[in-house]
Structures are given as C-alpha cells and as structure tokens.
C-alpha cells in the first residue's frame, strides 16, 4: 500500500483503487466508517473467499514443508560430482525461463492462472523430490530439476493470479492483509517443518567424529570440493533408507497438497470488462479504479533498457546470489562440513524462522523511518556485509556449532529485509507500470540465483564470498545514484506546483 492506494492484480490488470479520504479505515474493526454493514450475500463471499485462502495456505504449507528440506540438504547430500548444486543451478535456470515464457505470452497467463494450473504444478515437485533422496544420477536428476524449475515459474504465478481474485472477494485491507499474512506464514512454517523432519529422520544414524576432528579438515574459506578420498566423515552421504524415509514423507506431503487442491479449491470466475471491475469496486466503498494491462515481452524488454533498471541489477543479482550461497555453499562448505549432514535442517529452521519474522518487523520497521527503504536497506547492508566478513575470517568448528544457528538466523533477517525492501524500491521507482516492475525483479533475482548455483560448481567458498561482497558494494552505488536522482526529481516536482 502506498499513498492511500492499493495495488490489486485481477485477472490479467492490475488494478489501483484510489481510496477519498474519509474512507479510512479503522484498525478496531476493519471496516470504514462510512460504509455500510456487508450484504449476507457479501457475507457468504467473504467466508468463501477466506475459506479457500486457508485451503491454499495449507497445500503450500505442505508443498514448502518438501520443497525447503528437498533444497536445504541438496548440496550435501548429493555431493558427488557437484550433482546436487548442479541440479539447483538447472533448476533457477529453468524457472527463469519459464518465468520469461509466462509473463511474455498472454496465452501462458492465462493457462497459468487457474485452480488446475496450482494442482499439477504442485505434483509436478514429486519428481524431484524423489530423485534427491532415492535416484541421485544426474542423468535422473537434472532432468527432473528442469521439470521443478519450470513448475517454480506456474506455481507461484499460478498462486499470485488466485490470490489477487480472491482479494477482490474479501473486500477490505484488513482481510487482504489476513489472506496474504496467512499465507506467507503457511510457506515459512513449511520451510521449518520440512527442514526439521530431515534433521529428525537423518540424526538416527549420524556418524561418530574424532574429537580433534575439526582440526583435521578444511571447511568454511578454505572449502572447495569434497575430499575424494571421503576422509571428512561429516559429509559421507547419509543411510538410503533414512533418505527413502525422509523422501517417502516429502513425496506424501507434495501429492496430498495436489489432492488438496484438486478436491477442495474452488475455481475463481474471472470478472470480464471494465464497467464490471469498476461496479465491484463502487460496491466496496473503493473510489474509482484504474488499470493497466499485464506485462508483455516488449514493456519488460523497454523497462530492461531503462536507467534505472540498469543501475538497480547488481542489487537485485545480490538478493538471488545471496539466497543461492546460502543453499549450496553455506550448507556443505559451513554447516555440514564442520557438524554433519544430519544437522543442516536444524540449522536451515533457525533461518527459516527468522526470515519469517524478519519479513514481518521490515514491513513495520518501515514506518518509524523518515526514508523507510533507505535506512532499511542500509542496515541490511551493513548486516550482510558484516556477515560475509565473518565468514571470510571465521573458521567453522563442531564446538563452536552455536556460532553456525546465529549466523543463520542473521541471514534469514536480511534475506527478509531484501525481499522485502527491494519490492518496495522498484514500487517506488516504477510507478507507472508496477507489474512489469515486478516481472522484471523476478527475473533478475531468478538470473542472480542461477548464477550463484553456477558459480557454485567451479570455485571455492572463499572466491564467492568476495563475489558477494564485490556485487554488493556495486549494488549499493547503483541504487544510492538511482535513490539520489529519484529524490531530486520528485523534490523539483514538488517546487514547480
């Protein structure tokens, strides 16, 4: 929300609704103090409406609970031949792809935007699902890596369209908030039950350490691929029928959110024509609506092109790189090199958890600064870099494992604050047209994470943490020009009323 207006997608248009002033809300009840009381048709829409956001947040918390272990432990536990992280760079590349077919063909929108679209492209993670944890052969695996990635791009275009539907139903932005809240928190709970099955399942079997252990291997800086001669006991790959076990319960959890959706999930009707969109928001108490159309190929290639969008991408590759580092390098060079595979989900949950929570204290933080997204964006930065800096100089070790939780949890914040913050930059930048603005941050963080996985195969963790820290600081500059020109702009416009 921005300026008093709310940004809603509907269909294939996205919608402003600008709201008059005296229709404020109040925070008690939600509701508008000249409106009136809804309708009992209204009434059973609402609840309609809300009903089918909780069975959505519910597959998704299912799906997310496979999808999160499945990506936290692939590194390691398919370390052979880099195929693991390998698998994750074909699977972001893919996604990226797709992403590029959906937002360029309106064809591609509107099959993505359907109840069965959600169904099949939550089934479609079954593959992959399986392949990491019983056939790890690439000739398996990358294949079906490619059908996840492509499946990431419509599920959650799929899940943007249904949700934008189903908001127009809820009428009012405490229960746009409830459905989005609900959720986002459904997708992080996911993450942590996910990763924590994995860590319970695979520590029955963990395998014993010398106690001067951490002295005899290489880990953290200094890691670049797993010894051929499997001298480091943490990083043998794990029994494979503790890993059948945890893969039979991530393929139950992919197939029951497909069913889920498939019985229970309503079809949303889509609302033709403008006068239709205009009538339901009159209806609403929502002053006039305007909108414009979704993003094709030539507006997303026009924005590429664009000033600001040219000095904004460094800042958007670093929010997907650092994502990517977390999942393949973090999680074998750091987490399971130094205490054991069976550990990574224990870990992965404290980031889980505090990305979840981050997300949340960004959006409120926001407010109590004078210039929100800056001062944000400065403390992430901060944060970060200050992170990878410890990470440069700090060596992991197995009695030293708390210093591994907290680093984790530090960077779930600022995963969240990036997400979150760099979403309110390219709003804020972009206007005119915000879904293009928004393709076009999918795409580059996409890009930026595939390229992060990638250059996870060839060099150390020590060439990458200065890669991050290089692409940051480059990132940073370019925004602060963008930030500095923007300002100047909009104070010039402000002289001249």
């Not at 959600?118 to 079954?126: F, I, K, P, R, Y």
């Not at 928190?185 to 996910?194: P, T, W």
């Not at 404290?350 to 210039?371: R, T």
């Amino acid at each position: 929300m921005t300026n008093g207006n709310v940004r809603r997608v509907t269909g294939k248009r996205v919608c402003f609704i600008e709201r008059p002033l005296f229709l404020q809300e109040t925070p008690a009840t939600g509701l508008t103090p000249h409106s009136p009381e809804r309708s009992p048709d209204r009434n059973s829409r609402f609840w309609r409406a809300l009903k089918n956001v909780a069975i959505l947040s519910v597959a998704f918390l299912l799906h997310s609970s496979a999808h999160g272990g499945t990506v936290g432990m692939q590194s390691s536990v398919n370390a052979a031949a880099s195929t693991g992280t390998t698998a994750l760079a074909v699977a972001s590349a893919t996604a990226w792809a797709a992403g590029c077919g959906v937002a360029a063909s309106g064809t591609l929108r509107d099959l993505a935007s359907g109840k069965w679209a959600l169904g099949v492209s939550l089934l479609a993670a079954a593959p992959y699902t399986a392949t990491t944890t019983m056939m790890p052969d690439a000739v398996v695996l990358l294949p079906a890596a490619a059908l996840q990635g492509v499946a990431t791009a419509i599920l959650w275009a799929s899940q943007g369209a249904y949700l934008a539907a189903r908001e127009t139903e809820l009428g009012g932005s405490t229960a746009d908030r409830l459905s989005f809240s609900m959720f986002f928190l459904a997708v992080h709970s996911g993450d942590v039950c996910g990763n924590l099955l994995m860590s319970t399942v695979l520590s029955r079997d963990q395998p014993s350490v010398p106690a001067n252990f951490s002295d005899m291997v290489s880990c953290g800086f200094d890691f670049c691929l797993p010894p051929e001669d499997n001298s480091n006991v943490n990083l043998w790959r794990p029994p494979q029928r503790r890993l059948s076990q945890v893969g039979i319960a991530f393929l139950a959890s992919v197939v029951t959110a497909s069913v889920l959706v498939a019985l229970f999930l309503e079809p949303v009707k889509r609302v033709e024509g403008e006068e239709k969109r205009k009538t339901a928001g009159a209806e609403a108490g929502e002053g006039d609506v305007r909108c414009l159309d979704a993003p094709t190929h030539v507006a997303v290639l026009r924005q590429m092109a664009s000033p600001y969008q040219i000095l904004l991408v460094p800042l958007t590759l670093f929010a997907g790189m650092e994502e990517a580092f977390l999942h393949t390098d973090f999680t074998q060079a750091y987490v399971a090199c130094s205490i054991g595979i069976s550990n990574l989900g224990y870990v992965m949950a404290c980031y889980a958890v505090a990305s979840g929570v981050g997300a949340v204290i960004s959006c409120f933080a926001s407010g109590y600064f004078a210039e929100g997204r800056s001062s944000l964006l400065v403390i992430g930065s901060a944060l970060h870099g200050g992170l990878v800096i410890v990470m440069i100089v700090w060596t992991p070790r197995a009695d030293h494992a708390y210093s591994l939780f907290i680093i984790a949890s530090l960077w779930g914040l600022c995963d969240a604050l990036w997400k979150t913050q760099i979403n309110v930059i390219y709003e804020a930048f972009f206007p005119d047209d915000p879904t293009t603005a928004m393709v076009v941050l999918w795409l580059w963080e996409s890009a930026g994470y595939a390229l992060g996985c990638g250059l996870s195969v060839p060099l150390c963790t020590g060439v990458k943490l200065h890669s991050l820290l290089v692409t940051l600081l480059i990132g940073l500059i370019g925004y602060s020009v963008v930030e500095s020109y923007h300002s100047g702009y909009c104070r010039g416009k402000k002289a001249h009323k």
